[in-house]
């Protein structure tokens, strides 16, 4: 990995409002760069931890019967290395559409930015069980930083932008799981 992308992690997880400030003139093409470099760091390190029987050890592929150890792994890796580079561009355009309903914002390219630097906690060190979480929680709040910083708008404004779509996820999740609950438990009733 470069000097240039350790020093903006450092800086990511150390002193983000500055951190911040200086990258907001980065081209996107560089951003991604360092998106996807810290991103193949947790990719292998997820698989890794696959591959040791941490978090999905096994996966249940239709015609080929449980993928265990290294298959296991090389599919979390590109599994997590797939889901992530989607989900970048995914979450990014529900925040922006929150952020142009709020203070109209720099453009969708600042908003992608502004994720993609934020996520470096998550991806550096959201494999590792239980830090795993302080690390995703490190990664909202420079979520909001970041939007703050990239679209001239106060923390307030950024944190309904980042934190309104994670709500309304998370509720839609809840809804899911007592859908599912219902219909099992309907199921075993009617056998």
Known sequence: MSPDIVEKAKGFIMDPVETFRNTRGDDLGEVLTYFVA????NAVLVGIMTMAG???SYADIPGMGTVT????????????FIGEIIGL???GL?????VALLVGGNGLEATIKALAYASTPGLLFGWIPVLGFLATI??????VIGIREFHD????KAAVAVVLPMVVLFGLF????????AVAVAGGAMA
């Open 38 to 41: 810290i991103l193949a760091v």
């Open 54 to 56: 941490f978090g999905s």
């Open 69 to 80: 150890g290294i298959g296991a792994g090389i599919g979390a890796i590109v599994g997590t």
């Open 89 to 91: 561009f995914v979450i």
């Open 94 to 98: 529900i925040v922006h559409v929150l």
């Open 138 to 143: 490190w990664t909202l709040v420079l979520a």
């Open 153 to 156: 708008t106060t923390t307030g």
């Open 174 to 181: 809840i809804v899911l799981i007592v859908m599912v609950a």
